[in-house]
């Protein structure tokens, strides 16, 4: 059992989407394809082109806003309100997560490369709006996103974590590497596992996961 590994936390840090609720959502289908438009209109490029825009500066550049930003020099704000503008429909209420993240020692806190109101929004609909200290979007990073190391080193300077008494969790594994180096404890939440060094344990079952901290 994992829980003497995790006795030293004081601070869990959870990812969002696809780690607080579950990947059958399918949340970021209707993300990527609002990103897809937002390309094609604000580029002018077709939707062939912008699709595989997306996809290349997610993969080299972290987030497709981070490409955005850094090839084009859009603003974040307008984009980031626009590609969340989601329907949240298929979220549901999970009580049993509620209950086992309000079990765990010391301060919860959410972190993701989407934006703030966005990641309260989900929340919300997951009945976990209570459950959280403090929630960091990529606003909080100054725009910079997972996995840049620099990025994580903002937000946590921002909250005051130790990162020797912190854990992390999260669905993207390379979104653990600088976590890992940084002192975390990591947690890959995903149905398929993916050994790396900077992996402590995978998970394909949050909830059952931080029961067994308690």
């Given at each position: 059992?994992?829980?003497?590994?995790?006795?030293?936390?004081?601070?869990?840090?959870?990812?969002?989407?696809?780690?607080?609720?579950?990947?059958?959502?399918?949340?970021?289908?209707?993300?990527?394809?609002?990103?897809?438009?937002?390309v094609?209109?604000?580029?002018?490029?077709?939707?062939?082109?912008?699709?595989?825009?997306?996809?290349?500066?997610?993969?080299?550049?972290?987030?497709?806003?981070?490409?955005?930003?850094?090839?084009?020099?859009?603003?974040?704000?307008?984009?980031?309100?626009?590609?969340?503008?989601?329907?949240?429909?298929?979220?549901?209420p999970?009580?049993?997560?509620?209950?086992?993240?309000?079990?765990?020692?010391?301060?919860?806190?959410?972190?993701?490369?989407?934006?703030?109101?966005?990641?309260r929004?989900?929340?919300?609909?997951?009945?976990?709006?209570?459950?959280?200290?403090?929630?960091?979007?990529?606003?909080?990073?100054?725009?910079?996103?997972k996995?840049?190391?620099?990025?994580?080193?903002?937000?946590?300077?921002?909250?005051?974590?130790?990162?020797?008494?912190?854990?992390?969790?999260?669905?993207?594994?390379?979104?653990?590497?600088?976590?890992?180096?940084?002192?975390?404890?990591?947690?890959?939440?995903?149905?398929?596992?993916?050994?790396?060094?900077?992996i402590?344990?995978?998970?394909?079952?949050?909830?059952?996961?931080?029961?067994?901290?308690?």
């Open positions: 059992m994992p829980a003497p590994l995790f006795r030293h936390v004081a601070t869990w840090v959870f990812d969002l989407d696809n780690t607080l609720y579950p990947p059958r959502a399918r949340l970021f289908d209707q993300i990527e394809q609002r990103m897809t438009d937002w094609m209109r604000e580029l002018s490029v077709s939707r062939e082109q912008a699709d595989r825009l997306r996809r290349a500066y997610w993969a080299t550049h972290g987030t497709t806003l981070a490409g955005l930003m850094r090839e084009h020099g859009i603003d974040p704000e307008g984009y980031l309100h626009e590609v969340h503008d989601i329907d949240l429909s298929p979220l549901t999970d009580p049993g997560l509620a209950a086992a993240l309000a079990a765990l020692p010391g301060r919860r806190i959410v972190y993701t490369n989407g934006s703030a109101p966005y990641a929004r989900v929340l919300a609909a997951r009945g976990l709006q209570d459950a959280f200290d403090a929630v960091y979007g990529v606003e909080h990073a100054g725009y910079r996103p996995p840049e190391a620099a990025a994580f080193a903002t937000v946590f300077a921002t909250d005051g974590l130790d990162p020797a008494r912190a854990a992390m969790f999260e669905d993207d594994a390379r979104n653990l590497a600088a976590p890992h180096a940084m002192g975390l404890r990591t947690v890959h939440v995903a149905e398929v596992p993916a050994p790396a060094p900077h402590h344990h995978h998970t394909d079952d949050l909830t059952g996961f931080l029961r067994a901290l308690a």
